[in-house]
């Protein structure tokens, strides 16, 4: 569970949200939306433990990232993955990627790395590009190797920047689903979009969504600029009269399991990715 009291972050002398309060269960997918320049990339690098706040604490599981044990940060980031809004276009490989994420899986096997790298890329569309260097992909396509390289370790909470909007409107509605899958699993996913996708927005329905005071939906809340939406709970009990998950069509019904490996999946003719 991913605690946070009373943040206060400033950017060159400006404070951008104060007295924030936040919490994010085990098997939830939470998608946080706001103004531009309201501090919402700024949030997840202090949620994820990158950025400590000018006041305020984070705790993981009941630690403190920013006022207990030296290596609580590192612990937790050794737990989590991070995937930016802009993956640098640079003389990388995707193979690179996995490696650098290797570092924090433990020992594997030669073999069963490349196994699960290749249903990892399979999985997310970009099947045959281990090789490929990082500046001959399109954003969709960098957006979602980054998203495969955090996968393979299996983290425990992924802090997400953009990515719906960055993979592209034809692989939202499948990473949503995939993300819902991986909640069942107990994973904690937090988002960061600069708006609600339509499709989603229209779960709640347009009068609920633009405003979120007058309605008692358990799935939004509101917190300093922030809007947040709860896309899933996973297998968790919902509390009363909250409204079960309704997963979008189209979504795969096969996922990454917890220790980063994934059932196959071969993209579908048309996917972008497709060798």
Known sequence: MIEAFHLRAAERGVTLFSDLTLS??????WIVTGPPSSGKSLLLRILAGDRKPDSGDVLADGESLYGGSPGARSRFRQLSAFVPEALPADGRT???????????????PR???TRREEQLLGLLGVAGTREVLLRHLSVSERTRVALAAELFRGPKVLFLDTVLANAGK???????????????????????ERDMPERL???V?????GD?????????????????????HGDRKAPAGDPPDEPPEGTPEESPRADGTASER??????????
């Open 24 to 29: 994010f269960d085990e098997g939830e997918v």
């Open 94 to 108: 995707v193979g690179d990627l996995f490696r650098l994420s290797a570092l924090s899986a433990g020992k594997i």
């Open 111 to 113: 073999e069963e790395r």
């Open 170 to 192: 034809d692989w939202a509605d499948s990473l949503t689903g995939l993300f819902r899958a991986l909640a069942r699993e107990g994973r904690t996913i937090v988002m960061l």
């Open 201 to 203: 927005k229209a779960m």
């Open 205 to 209: 329905g347009p009068e609920t969504w």
């Open 212 to 232: 979120p005071e007058a309605d008692t939906d358990p799935r939004i809340r509101e917190a300093g600029p922030f809007l947040l939406f709860r896309l899933s």
């Open 266 to 275: 071969p993209p579908e003719a048309g996917e972008e990715g497709e060798p």
